[in-house]
């Protein structure tokens, strides 16, 4: 193009953004993969203020992080890259490991490091291998393990849950372990505010897992077969907000889990691998892991780099049996060095992200969830009290009509009866999720989008805590 008077403009040539990543045996890429901002072209990921402003003549960069295996083998988390393949991240911070090395092909917007390692004993992964392979062994005996995962917020628990599932079913002719998720601030299978198990029966997604163990499936199909969830709700935070509530729940999703393997040989003789809320090492905490390990007849607790942790639970599960009368075993493994901080900031994108996609699928498939107005008169929905204002002589939950402050806020549909008492619909399972877009109390009408059109007939709706209410789903 040329402007009279000034000749011809010259055209920034666009430079390749791929690059090749090669592996040695034993070593890590690791990386952090930005979300993509709502206006669709930048990344959240921060930019100097001295940076050049970019030639709006030049091809645009790519706005997501492609990675390709181009030799040798890798994994992420346990699951294996296919060779050849493009794999889109989009608001991860993980790694990609190497057994054996490889040779990486990686283009888009990421921050990223490569740890070497050269001695297998400095090596977490290494030691998470050979966990599962004792496991294995376990596995050989007819009676799968019930391992329980404990560590501190960002010591990689969560990771290593989802490593073991993941090593789990790539065995030959592949296992069905049920995967468990006890931590209310990342739900697993399921919103935030939930506890929910599911059986791993086909290999995971390498694309999926943000923050739980599991990615959060659209109310849709997939093209790796959903792990249809059994779902809680708690509607709080953390675990110790509420520990009596936590534990109802828990003792309910572990009665579903208990009759699942009495009832399927291949989930019995899988096992059970437990991801347990991050907790403090006060007597609070240790009581709820405790709890878990009873009721999720746990025979294997691992906990991660928390020497204190490891001592209480040592001391506390030293003498015990499980229900089966076998011994519980208490390991303690290094905490990675990949692990990263996940900053409130990156965690909110994460539940965001999770919600948008229980109603509108993602860029995989596009879902068309169902609008409706609904009239006060034709909903029932019950609020969990405030914290201030629980007392223990106090219902579990209240009843309300919709207000103004309802709004972005995510409901949970219960299996239950509005007629069923109060304890019966707190504790019940969760049927799915509405969110409330509006709500207008002169017409006494509401907004709410459903992943289905239908009335919603005398199913309560439960108000909690959790998550937070950030995002206009509908502009």
């Known amino acids: 193009m040329s402007i009279p008077g000034l000749g011809q403009i010259p055209v920034q040539q666009a430079t390749s953004t791929t690059r090749t990543i090669t592996l040695k045996p034993l070593w890590e890429w690791r990386f952090e993969a930005p979300f993509p901002s709502s206006t669709g072209g930048a990344h959240t990921m921060a930019t100097s203020s ?56 990686v283009s888009g917007p990421c921050e990223d490091y490569v740890a070497e390692t050269d001695d297998a004993d400095d090596c977490p992964a290494v030691s998470y291998l050979n966990l599962h392979f004792a496991l294995q062994n376990q596995r050989a005996g007819g009676i799968g393990p019930r391992v329980l995962v404990a560590g501190a917020p960002a010591s990689g628990k969560s990771t290593l849950a989802r490593t073991l599932l993941a090593l789990a079913t790539r065995q030959n002719g592949g296992q069905q372990p049920v995967g468990v998720g006890l931590d209310p601030k990342d739900g697993l ?79 019995r003789r899988a096992g059970v691998v437990v991801d347990a809320p991050a907790v403090g090492t006060g007597k609070t905490g240790v009581e709820l892991l405790v709890h878990a390990v009873e009721e999720f007849a746990v025979n294997v607790v691992v906990v991660l780099g928390s020497g204190r942790l490891n001592a209480e639970l040592q001391k506390r599960l030293g003498q015990m049996r499980t229900s089966m009368g076998e011994a ?41 969830p169902a609008t409706q107005q609904v009239d006060f008169s034709a909903v029932t929905i019950f609020k969990i009290p405030d914290l201030s204002e629980y007392l223990a002589d106090e219902e579990v939950l209240e009843k309300m009509e919709p207000v103004p402050e309802m709004a972005h806020w995510t409901l949970a549909v219960m299996n ?60």
């Open 416 to 475: 239950a009866s509005v007629r069923d008492s109060l304890e019966t619909i707190r504790y019940a399972s969760v049927m799915g999720f509405v969110y409330v877009a509006d709500v207008e109390p002169e017409r006494r009408r509401l907004k709410i989008l459903a992943p289905v059109s239908g009335r919603l007939g005398d199913r309560p709706l439960v108000w909690g805590h959790w998550p937070e209410p950030h995002i206009n789903l509908l502009g």
């Open 328 to 368: 519980i075993t208490v390991v303690q493994l290094d905490k990675s060095e990949g692990v990263v901080e996940r900053d409130e900031s990156f965690m909110q994108q994460i539940r965001e992200a999770a919600i948008k996609e229980y109603f509108f699928g993602d860029a995989k498939m596009t879902l068309s």
């Open 50 to 105: 001295l940076a050049p402003t970019a030639n709006p003549s030049a091809a645009a960069a790519p706005t997501q992080l492609t990675v390709k295996l181009t030799s040798g083998t890798a994994e992420r988390d346990g699951t294996e890259l296919a060779l050849g393949k493009n794999y889109v991240f989009v608001g991860a911070k993980s790694k990609i490991f190497t057994m054996t090395g490889c040779t990486l092909e």
């Open 189 to 267: 299978l399921s919103l935030p505010g939930t506890v929910a198990a599911a059986v791993f029966g086909s290999l995971m997604d390498v694309e999926t897992g943000g923050a739980g163990v599991a990615d959060t499936p659209s109310s849709g199909p997939a093209a790796v077969p959903v792990k249809v969830p059994v779902v809680y709700y708690y509607g709080r935070q953390r675990a110790e907000d509420e520990p009596e509530a936590w534990k109802t729940v828990v003792r309910g999703l572990a009665a579903a889990v208990r009759g699942r393997r009495e009832q399927d040989g291949e989930v």
